[in-house]
């Protein structure tokens, strides 16, 4: 198609070479031999740049397919279903509420969700890091079978615990129970704790929780952690996740006693009560490792390792401040301990791991990193019956490490001292499911070195833990049901030592004996416990902020509460909302009895506002139900018993009546009587009622609005509010009558007119009856909310200090600071319910104390509500221009690779989990938010049009795809280059700082708006034809 045109025309396109790339109409198939494919596909190939095999030595860095980025983290939550009776809950050995948690990321409230996390589970930042959970809360997912597949349960925990531990904020105990100082005698009794890991670190920091004041754990390291620190890779779990939880459990004053092993020095079972200690917990992990009798004898020098050996060795020399010393042995973890650090176990060529368990991969991943040039992996079973599971085998596979299955070991060959090579049995699986070994075929597999990663077991420790007895299987003999010792009631054990051998069954071993622990502990003393477990939360500093407000003459004890919606459709629903800890409800609308209504059926249905969008996390609902169906009658008997069984809440009666004195003074008198605290006059309701002369038909007359204002102040003493219509030419006109008409403050705004939408055959959703027919609905929740903002500001900034209850798309605790700061003392929820359950209280409720709290840290200065900074772009990348793909990702895996054997691994070890926060600033209150931006919103006049701004990318964080691109030429000012090799976008000195590009990137963060530099000189197209102020709009 050619383009007409003339040189001299102003519809000429220029920048030609700019829109080389634009997208184009195809008007022909596209031809391109398969050759050329062949050769070009490798350049833009992005899903094989990992480093694997021997390019992997010294690199420590996080290798976990969950983890997630601030963006996946948000669509990951966004996707989640929040079931109810969460199956994934269930499979939980620690029973973590999932779907609060997520819903609380969803929010982009991550102190929430940690909340919840920690709660239930002290580990909760090791555990979302290491956790199977692919055989646990994964494995039950609901949407395991659906396309998208299951939720990454496990990358989420550790998202949102990884910001936690950014905010560096302490642990205190749930402020509502008895101080320390004012427990029984029973709290200060003496708990020992064996072995500083998962289950002891769990079990003391729920005893703490309790209020027990002297606990303390045993460890023979002189660092904390046990198998977590020696036995699993920094680059699966770092040394200072597990130093920050340790922090956390410290923070309630339990205290650790490093270099104390059991079974040496006298240091006992027996003898660790015989001084004075009440209750003993054993969390030792199993420290002697099995080995085949054909490597008995081998040494380290041989070249023959256990994980027992070799696991803590690679930690000690890759872990920041696990080795103390720098210099020492760490207790064995250290190679070499005369040289100035620890090193890691100098492995070259061959290397066979046996076993096919989870440690048996942290060996083969960790080997590679340790010099190996190739990994063996050697089972007797099948691959389909490997005990790892598939987070483990899948990245092992990945690395390029081979596995053998079907293999038993027969013989080391050694040459010179050393192994040269293992022959191996084939073994067989039967019928019966038995693996056989068939002993006529072998098979031999050159080796310089052998990791055994056989199991463990308790060996020589055990005389040293009597009076605990074991079983014939070399386990503790406990009370599978408390974890009490069967001989000894002040005896209990978990985790590795009774067979749970996971991280988080430790962990909630530890948890599960501290009510245990209590209950014995109690009784020692003649007191009793509840039947039923009730260990405390998690609790910080920000859990004491204050977020209550006097607002129109009334104590809000929070700012959420119910709209006048389907939330409040009946009282006893009012109630299970006041339950789960809501601070106000506004009743459903009710009339006198002669107005009584009738709803039609369907009457509320999704938006399409978020697009082809379907269950939770709708952006809009459209609904055309009327007024409440029950009587006047109903509601004020249930008004006065809810204010009878919930003093401190705050319940608002909303009514409605026609334009008539009588009507509203006898309702208004009728609810004031019935014991509510204020009223809200429904003079905008967009549906149905205003056919019959009531809400929107009154609402729209600043005259009728104004009247009736008159009329319910002349009425009763109490506040009442008049409910706003958006759907009005200016909102601050009706908000200016009923503030003449004496109206305590108003509500903005309810539903916005509208059609939903249509389908195929000209009918709409909802559809009525056998004519099919519909009417305008109103619509709710995010889609209105710039709608609400917009008329919730011109409020306050007409009517200074007037008292506004907002409404319209309120969904998070980020949400409702918005229209705080537009004005708004407090604000009113329905449509998130709709999506979700009155339980997203707690979320809101964390959300804005957080919030608050936040505040007063000068260090967190530069967060964004709870989002940190972004990571700087590594120095050995930068400048560099080299995209992730292709020959580019082959460059930035050789820089890679070369700054990993410079690198220090042990550099940048000191305490990063200080648990003081900096000084902090006074922690403003929510009275301090009502009003903060409205100062800032105003007239386009006032805008600077000298302080202009230009769009800068970040080409670390671009994926390449082009989005900014494509919208800057088809809808902008064609400022950026798209390079055709890099794919790397460049703004231009033509960006004019419209910010398009900022809003389609799918990276956030990743362009960013700078200060202009250079002067902005606009593209007239046609000189004027007078001089342009430079002030001109």
């Given at each position: 198609m050619s383009s007409h045109h003339h040189d001299h025309d102003v519809s000429q396109v220029h920048n030609q070479e700019i829109l080389e790339l634009n997208p184009k109409i195809q008007t022909h198939a596209t031809f391109k031999p398969t050759a050329v494919t062949t050769k070009t596909k490798r350049h833009w190939k992005q899903n094989d740049g990992m480093l694997t095999g021997c390019n992997l030595k010294k690199d420590f860095a996080d290798i976990k397919h969950t983890t997630l980025t601030e963006k996946g983290a948000l669509a990951e939550a966004n996707r989640c279903l929040k079931c109810a009776d969460a199956p994934c809950q269930k499979s939980c050995p620690t029973q973590l509420d999932i779907k609060s948690f997520i819903g609380a990321i969803a929010n982009k409230n991550y102190y929430g969700a940690a909340k919840a996390i920690f709660s239930d589970n002290p580990l909760g930042l090791t555990c979302g890091m290491v956790c199977p959970t692919s055989d646990l809360c994964v494995g039950g997912c609901n949407l395991t079978h659906s396309e998208e597949g299951a939720i990454n349960i496990g990358g989420l925990q550790q998202f949102a615990t990884e910001i936690f531990k950014k905010m560096g904020i302490p642990q205190i105990r749930d402020p509502s129970l008895p101080a320390l100082d004012e427990l029984p005698e029973s709290y200060q009794s003496k708990i020992a704790l064996l072995g500083c890991g998962p289950a002891?670190?769990?079990?003391?920091?729920?005893?703490?929780?309790?209020?027990?004041?002297?606990?303390?754990?045993?460890?023979?390291?002189?660092?904390?952690?046990?198998?977590?620190?020696?036995?699993?890779?920094?680059?699966?779990?770092?040394?200072?996740?597990?130093?920050?939880?340790?922090?956390?459990?410290?923070?309630?004053?339990?205290?650790?006693?490093?270099?104390?092993?059991?079974?040496?020095?006298?240091?006992t079972v027996e003898s660790i009560h015989n001084k004075g200690y009440e209750a003993v917990f054993v969390g030792l992990g199993m420290p002697s490792p099995k080995i085949d009798k054909i490597f008995e004898g081998f040494t380290i020098q041989q070249g023959f390792y256990t994980s027992k050996d070799f696991l803590p060795k690679v930690s000690a020399a890759s872990k920041p401040g696990m080795c103390a010393c720098k210099g020492g042995d760490a207790n064995g973890a250290c190679e070499d301990s005369s040289s100035s650090t620890p090193s890691l176990p100098s492995l070259h060529g061959r290397v066979i791991v046996l076993g096919a368990g989870d440690t048996a991969f942290d060996c083969a991943t960790s080997a590679f990193r340790c010099g190996a040039s190739r990994v063996y992996v050697c089972f007797r079973r099948g691959i389909t019956d490997m005990r790892a599971v598939p987070e483990e085998a899948d990245l092992a596979k990945e690395e390029k490490c081979e596995f053998m299955p079907f293999m038993l070991p027969k013989q080391v060959i050694t040459r010179d001292g050393k192994i040269a090579a293992v022959e191996f049995y084939k073994t067989e699986?039967?019928?019966?499911?038995?693996?056989?070994?068939?002993?006529?075929?072998?098979?031999?597999?050159?080796?310089?070195?052998?990791?055994?990663?056989?199991?463990?077991?308790?060996?020589?420790?055990?005389?040293?833990?009597?009076?605990?007895?074991?079983?014939?299987?070399?386990?503790?003999?406990?009370?599978?049901?408390?974890?009490?010792?069967?001989?000894?009631?002040?005896?209990?054990?978990?985790?590795?030592?009774?067979?749970?051998?996971?991280?988080?069954?430790?962990?909630?071993?530890?948890?599960?004996?501290?009510?245990?622990?209590?209950?014995?502990?109690?009784?020692?003393?003649?007191?009793?416990?509840?039947?039923?477990?009730?260990?405390?939360?998690?609790?910080?500093?920000?859990?004491?902020?204050?977020?209550?407000?006097?607002?129109?003459?009334?104590?809000?004890?929070?700012?959420?509460?119910?709209?006048?919606?389907?939330?409040?459709?009946?009282?006893?629903?009012?109630?299970?909302?006041?339950?789960?800890?809501?601070?106000?409800?506004?009743?459903?609308?009710?009339?006198?009895?002669?107005?009584?209504?009738?709803?039609?059926?369907?009457?509320?249905?999704?938006?399409?506002?978020?697009?082809h969008k379907f269950g939770p996390g709708q952006g809009s609902f459209l609904n055309i139900e009327l007024i409440s169906e029950k009587t006047a009658a109903y509601w004020c008997k249930a008004v006065g018993e809810l204010k009878r069984d919930f003093p401190s809440q705050i319940i608002i009666a909303s009514i409605m009546c026609g334009f008539n004195k009588d009507d509203w003074t006898t309702l208004a008198k009728m609810a004031e009587a019935s014991g509510a605290d204020a009223l809200e006059l429904n003079l905008s309701c967009p549906h149905g009622m205003g056919e019959r002369g009531m809400g929107l038909a009154c609402?729209?007359?600043?005259?009728?609005?104004?009247?009736?204002?008159?009329?319910?102040?002349?009425?009763?003493?109490?506040?009442?509010?008049?409910?706003?219509?958006?759907?009005?030419?200016?909102?601050?006109?009706?908000?200016?009558?009923?503030?003449?008409?004496?109206?305590?403050?108003?509500?903005?705004?309810?539903?916005?007119?509208?059609?939903?939408?249509?389908?195929?055959?000209?009918?709409?959703?909802?559809?009525?009856?056998?004519?099919?027919?519909?009417?305008?609905?109103?619509?709710?929740?995010?889609?209105?909310?710039?709608?609400?903002?917009?008329?919730?500001?011109?409020?306050?900034?007409?009517?200074?200090?007037?008292?506004?209850?907002?409404?319209?798309?309120?969904?998070?605790?980020?949400?409702?600071?918005?229209?705080?700061?537009?004005?708004?003392?407090?604000?009113?929820?329905?449509?998130?319910?709709?999506?979700?359950?009155?339980?997203?209280?707690?979320?809101?409720?964390?959300?804005?104390?957080?919030?608050?709290?936040?505040?007063?840290?000068?260090?967190?200065?530069?967060?964004?509500?709870?989002?940190?900074?972004?990571?700087?772009?590594?120095?050995?990348?930068?400048?560099?221009?080299?995209?992730?793909?292709?020959?580019?990702?082959?460059?930035?895996?050789?820089?890679?690779?070369?700054?990993?054997?410079?690198?220090?691994?042990?550099?940048?070890?000191?305490?990063?989990?200080?648990?003081?926060?900096?000084?902090?600033?006074k922690i403003?209150?929510?009275?301090?938010?009502?009003?903060?931006?409205?100062?800032?919103?105003?007239?386009?006049?006032?805008?600077?049009?000298?302080?202009?701004?230009?769009?800068?990318?970040?080409?670390?964080?671009?994926?390449?795809?082009?989005?900014?691109?494509?919208?800057?030429?088809?809808?902008?000012?064609?400022?950026?280059?798209?390079?055709?090799?890099?794919?790397?976008?460049?703004?231009?000195?033509?960006?004019?700082?419209?910010?398009?590009?900022?809003?389609?990137?799918?990276?956030?963060?990743?362009?960013?708006?700078?200060?202009?530099?250079?002067?902005?000189?606009?593209?007239?197209?046609?000189?004027?034809?007078?001089?342009?102020?430079?002030?001109?709009?």
């Amino acid at each position: 198609m050619s383009s007409h045109h003339h040189d001299h025309d102003v519809s000429q396109v220029h920048n030609q070479e700019i829109l080389e790339l634009n997208p184009k109409i195809q008007t022909h198939a596209t031809f391109k031999p398969t050759a050329v494919t062949t050769k070009t596909k490798r350049h833009w190939k992005q899903n094989d740049g990992m480093l694997t095999g021997c390019n992997l030595k010294k690199d420590f860095a996080d290798i976990k397919h969950t983890t997630l980025t601030e963006k996946g983290a948000l669509a990951e939550a966004n996707r989640c279903l929040k079931c109810a009776d969460a199956p994934c809950q269930k499979s939980c050995p620690t029973q973590l509420d999932i779907k609060s948690f997520i819903g609380a990321i969803a929010n982009k409230n991550y102190y929430g969700a940690a909340k919840a996390i920690f709660s239930d589970n002290p580990l909760g930042l090791t555990c979302g890091m290491v956790c199977p959970t692919s055989d646990l809360c994964v494995g039950g997912c609901n949407l395991t079978h659906s396309e998208e597949g299951a939720i990454n349960i496990g990358g989420l925990q550790q998202f949102a615990t990884e910001i936690f531990k950014k905010m560096g904020i302490p642990q205190i105990r749930d402020p509502s129970l008895p101080a320390l100082d004012e427990l029984p005698e029973s709290y200060q009794s003496k708990i020992a704790l064996l072995g500083c890991g998962p289950a002891s670190i769990s079990c003391a920091t729920f005893l703490a929780r309790l209020g027990y004041s002297d606990i303390t754990i045993f460890e023979k390291n002189e660092f904390h952690g046990g198998l977590s620190s020696l036995e699993i890779p920094q680059f699966r779990l770092p040394y200072d996740v597990v130093d920050f939880e340790v922090q956390l459990m410290k923070d309630l004053g339990v205290k650790v006693e490093y270099g104390k092993e059991v079974g040496k020095d006298g240091l006992t079972v027996e003898s660790i009560h015989n001084k004075g200690y009440e209750a003993v917990f054993v969390g030792l992990g199993m420290p002697s490792p099995k080995i085949d009798k054909i490597f008995e004898g081998f040494t380290i020098q041989q070249g023959f390792y256990t994980s027992k050996d070799f696991l803590p060795k690679v930690s000690a020399a890759s872990k920041p401040g696990m080795c103390a010393c720098k210099g020492g042995d760490a207790n064995g973890a250290c190679e070499d301990s005369s040289s100035s650090t620890p090193s890691l176990p100098s492995l070259h060529g061959r290397v066979i791991v046996l076993g096919a368990g989870d440690t048996a991969f942290d060996c083969a991943t960790s080997a590679f990193r340790c010099g190996a040039s190739r990994v063996y992996v050697c089972f007797r079973r099948g691959i389909t019956d490997m005990r790892a599971v598939p987070e483990e085998a899948d990245l092992a596979k990945e690395e390029k490490c081979e596995f053998m299955p079907f293999m038993l070991p027969k013989q080391v060959i050694t040459r010179d001292g050393k192994i040269a090579a293992v022959e191996f049995y084939k073994t067989e699986k039967g019928d019966d499911d038995v693996y056989k070994v068939d002993e006529d075929q072998f098979v031999r597999i050159k080796a310089d070195f052998v990791i055994s990663a056989f199991g463990s077991e308790i060996g020589s420790l055990a005389p040293a833990l009597s009076p605990l007895t074991l079983t014939k299987y070399g386990y503790a003999d406990i009370d599978n049901m408390t974890l009490q010792s069967k001989n000894v009631p002040w005896l209990f054990s978990g985790g590795d030592l009774i067979g749970n051998g996971t991280t988080v069954e430790a962990t909630n071993d530890g948890k599960t004996a501290s009510w245990a622990i209590h209950r014995y502990l109690q009784s020692l003393y003649g007191l009793t416990t509840s039947p039923t477990p009730q260990l405390p939360n998690f609790f910080t500093p920000i859990d004491l902020v204050d977020i209550s407000i006097d607002f129109a003459g009334l104590h809000f004890p929070n700012p959420f509460g119910l709209a006048s919606a389907t939330p409040c459709t009946s009282a006893a629903m009012i109630r299970r909302a006041f339950e789960a800890g809501w601070g106000f409800a506004v009743t459903k609308t009710f009339s006198l009895d002669k107005d009584l209504v009738t709803n039609v059926s369907p009457r509320i249905v999704r938006g399409q506002t978020s697009g082809h969008k379907f269950g939770p996390g709708q952006g809009s609902f459209l609904n055309i139900e009327l007024i409440s169906e029950k009587t006047a009658a109903y509601w004020c008997k249930a008004v006065g018993e809810l204010k009878r069984d919930f003093p401190s809440q705050i319940i608002i009666a909303s009514i409605m009546c026609g334009f008539n004195k009588d009507d509203w003074t006898t309702l208004a008198k009728m609810a004031e009587a019935s014991g509510a605290d204020a009223l809200e006059l429904n003079l905008s309701c967009p549906h149905g009622m205003g056919e019959r002369g009531m809400g929107l038909a009154c609402g729209q007359n600043p005259d009728l609005v104004l009247q009736i204002s008159q009329w319910v102040r002349a009425a009763i003493k109490i506040p009442f509010f008049a409910k706003l219509t958006p759907n009005v030419t200016e909102v601050k006109e009706i908000a200016k009558a009923a503030h003449q008409g004496g109206a305590t403050g108003v509500t903005a705004i309810n539903t916005v007119s509208g059609l939903m939408g249509l389908r195929g055959d000209a009918t709409a959703w909802p559809s009525v009856g056998k004519e099919q027919r519909t009417t305008y609905g109103g619509v709710s929740g995010n889609a209105v909310r710039p709608i609400a903002l917009r008329a919730v500001s011109s409020i306050a900034r007409t009517l200074p200090g007037y008292p506004i209850m907002a409404t319209g798309g309120i969904d998070s605790a980020d949400s409702c600071v918005q229209f705080l700061q537009c004005g708004a003392g407090v604000v009113q929820i329905c449509s998130s319910i709709q999506n979700q359950d009155f339980t997203v209280i707690q979320d809101y409720i964390t959300g804005l104390k957080a919030y608050l709290y936040l505040q007063s840290r000068p260090d967190l200065k530069n967060w964004d509500m709870q989002s940190p900074p972004r990571d700087p772009i590594p120095e050995i990348y930068r400048g560099k221009h080299l995209p992730k793909f292709g020959e580019y990702q082959e460059e930035r895996n050789k820089i890679k690779i070369e700054a990993n054997q410079k690198a220090d691994l042990l550099a940048n070890g000191s305490n990063n989990n200080q648990r003081s926060p900096p000084a902090a600033n006074k922690i403003p209150n929510v009275l301090d938010q009502v009003g903060r931006a409205v100062s800032r919103i105003g007239e386009y006049n006032r805008l600077n049009n000298q302080e202009q701004v230009v769009a800068l990318v970040n080409e670390e964080l671009c994926v390449n795809c082009g989005k900014c691109y494509m919208t800057c030429n088809d809808s902008g000012y064609q400022a950026i280059k798209f390079d055709k090799n890099t794919h790397i976008p460049t703004i231009t000195d033509d960006c004019t700082g419209c910010t398009l590009c900022v809003s389609v990137c799918p990276i956030i963060d990743c362009i960013t708006m700078v200060p202009r530099t250079i002067p902005y000189i606009p593209q007239r197209g046609i000189p004027p034809t007078t001089e342009v102020s430079s002030s001109a709009h």
